[in-house]
């Protein structure tokens, strides 16, 4: 059975930083990309980032290049988001998420090609 427990989330004041990590289990973690996504109030479900660790590619949304940063520790099988410089805007449920594929397939921020998810932890960042 697959697992993903995201820990880390919080409140912040705007400018700040946070480190998500996922730990995840039931699955050969450096055999599938894996990513996070985060849904605001009112608001979808979006794409954030996304990893390969086979392929060594990560990939960010717009809206957080430059401020956000993912990684992983294989031997632990966790997946680490660092943000940095947050933003109001960027309160959210933060869902980490492991692909069908072991490439950061065109979609993947599409969420369609997530096998499983996370329970999400919550981002909330002041003004």
């Known amino acids: 059975e697959v697992q993903l427990v995201e820990s880390g989330g919080g409140l912040v004041q705007a400018g700040g930083s946070l480190r998500l990590s996922c730990a995840a289990s039931?699955?050969?973690?450096?055999?599938?990309?894996i990513g996070w996504f985060r849904q605001a109030p009112g608001k979808e479900r979006e794409g954030v980032s996304c990893f390969s660790s086979s392929e060594g590619d990560a990939y960010y949304a717009d809206s957080v290049k430059g401020r956000f940063s993912i990684s992983s520790d294989n031997a632990k099988n966790t997946v680490f988001l660092q943000m940095s410089s947050l933003k109001p805007e960027d309160t959210a449920v933060y869902y980490c998420?492991?692909?069908?594929?072991?490439?950061?397939?065109?979609?993947?921020?599409?969420?369609?090609?997530?096998?499983?998810w996370g329970q999400g932890t919550q981002v909330t960042v002041s003004s």
């Open positions: 039931g699955f050969t973690f450096d055999a599938y990309a």
């Open positions: 998420a492991v692909f069908w594929y072991y490439y950061c397939a065109g979609n993947a921020f599409s969420g369609k090609n997530v096998r499983d």
